[in-house]
């Protein structure tokens, strides 16, 4: 079976070898989740400091290594460091398993923050190496999709297992290792060079007006977003309305983020130059249902607006992010722009409680208010600048 790239074709080995890359990028900090709670237990000796270490250190390592294999990514094998990324991966993940002592878990989840942060860059990287056009945007939006699956997936299966042996909740960490198999099957199918009349190849090098507007949209839009994770068990603990309600709408909110991506094409068929306004809009809303209903139905109904928004959001970011370099740099473009999601991971909770601390509120509806403040404004910025390149879509996207 032989599968359109829009400059070719690909055996369908090689499109799921580079969605099995895709899916494995959800996972760092996943296993953990399910038993931060029991850490104490597990671990009595241990530190609240070296708990919060477990969680935050493969997200600060993750940073620089995407930057690092963006830049190397220009010059080296970008097979070379996708193989080095996915084993360092595994072998951390084997490491996670069989480890006896805090210590050993907290260096095993940081060293697999370094393989993550080689393969992130790359997952999409691909992508945009073997499809062109309108098929690179609905390939993007499957690998956004898959992504989202993947996390809702290995969400439930490390909260099951968990229950079993907390060591069994590191299984998660060996998906890598079928990725590394899967992926070898790259060697034997190069991509076909980008057309010559593509887009990529305006450019002679990054733009970097594009790329630090396309890097700060991103960064706001995943932080918008973000308080969906952090704040929601908090805000249904407050209603009464169960903890394990309240896991179910956040499985929810990654399924909408997913859902766009099946469909990007047909979105922006519809809407246009509208579409990131329309999406930032619908965030908008979702977080505005949040704010200010203490119904579970509406409460979900809002998670699933805020997820579906940002959905659309995500994937149009970095296929721009592919246009705004020639061919040979897409990869490092992308990794900058890639970065913002994990900072934004990071600097989430510090920005909330300083505004929170700021405006002297222990509510736990102000997270959601503030960003619904925030979503707001980039529905109207989106909107006022529809027809610029990193804010709106052009006829390229919705007239071929």
Same mark, same amino acid.
């Given at each position: 079976m032989k599968i359109n790239t829009g400059k070719g074709t690909i055996s369908l080995i090689t499109l799921i070898a580079i969605w099995s890359v895709s899916a494995v990028t959800s996972l760092p900090g996943l296993a953990v989740s399910p038993i931060l709670g029991d850490m104490n237990n597990i671990f009595p000796k241990a530190s609240d400091l070296e708990i919060?270490?477990? !969680?935050?250190?493969?997200?600060?390592?993750?940073?620089?290594? *995407?930057?690092?294999?963006?830049?190397?990514?220009?010059?080296?094998?970008?097979?070379?460091?996708?193989?080095?990324?996915?084993?360092?991966? !595994?072998?951390?993940?084997?490491?996670?398993?069989?480890?006896?002592s805090m210590t050993a878990l907290i260096i095993a989840s940081s060293i697999l923050g370094i393989g993550a942060g080689m393969i992130i860059p790359l997952s999409t990287g691909l992508v945009v190496d073997y499809f062109t056009g309108n098929v690179r945007v609905q390939q993007l939006g499957y690998s956004s999709a898959i992504n989202n699956l993947t996390l809702v997936a290995a969400t439930a299966l490390t909260g099951y297992v968990a229950d079993? %042996?907390?060591?069994?909740? /590191?299984? *998660?960490?060996?998906?890598?290792?079928?990725?590394?198999?899967?992926?070898?099957?790259?060697?034997?199918?190069?991509?076909?060079?980008?057309?010559?009349?593509? =887009? #990529?190849?305006?450019?002679?090098?990054? %733009?970097?007006?594009?790329?630090?507007?396309?890097?700060?949209?991103?960064? *706001?839009?995943?932080?918008?977003?973000?308080?969906?994770?952090? =704040?929601?068990? /908090?805000?249904?603990?407050?209603?009464?309305?169960? #903890?394990?309600?309240? @896991?179910?709408s956040i499985s929810? /909110?990654?399924?909408?983020?997913?859902?766009? @991506?099946?469909?990007? %094409?047909?979105?922006?068929?519809?809407?246009?130059?509208?579409?990131?306004?329309?999406?930032?809009m619908v965030m908008t809303v979702g977080l505005l249902l949040l704010s200010i209903s203490k119904s579970p139905i509406l409460l979900i109904s809002g998670v699933i607006l805020t997820g579906l928004g940002y959905g659309v959001i995500q994937p149009l970011i970095y296929d721009k992010a592919a246009i705004i370099a020639p061919p040979k740099l897409a990869t490092k473009a992308l990794s900058v722009v890639m970065a913002a999601n994990y900072t934004a991971i990071i600097l989430c909770p510090f920005i909330i409680n300083a505004a929170r601390r700021l405006f002297a509120s222990h509510s736990e509806q102000f997270g959601f208010i503030l960003n619904a403040s925030v979503a707001a404004v980039v529905t109207l910025i989106a909107f006022i600048g529809r027809r610029d390149f990193a804010l709106g879509l052009d006829k390229s996207y919705y007239e071929k």
């Open positions: 919060q270490m477990l !969680t935050s250190l493969p997200s600060l390592l993750i940073i620089p290594f *995407v930057l690092l294999a963006g830049h190397l990514s220009t010059g080296r094998s970008k097979l070379a460091i996708l193989y080095e990324g996915l084993a360092i991966f !595994t072998l951390c993940g084997v490491a996670c398993l069989l480890a006896k079993i %042996n907390w060591h069994l909740s /590191f299984l *998660v960490y060996l998906l890598p290792g079928v990725s590394l198999i899967l992926s070898l099957a790259l060697r034997r199918e190069t991509p076909t060079p980008e057309p010559k009349h593509s =887009d #990529q190849y305006k450019q002679t090098t990054i %733009n970097r007006r594009h790329l630090w507007v396309l890097t700060a949209f991103y960064f *706001v839009a995943t932080y918008i977003t973000l308080v969906i994770t952090f =704040d929601t068990a /908090f805000l249904f603990e407050k209603y009464h309305i169960s #903890q394990h309600l309240a @896991g179910i929810l /909110f990654f399924l909408a983020i997913m859902l766009p @991506g099946l469909f990007l %094409n047909r979105i922006i068929a519809v809407t246009r130059s509208y579409t990131n306004a329309l999406s930032a």
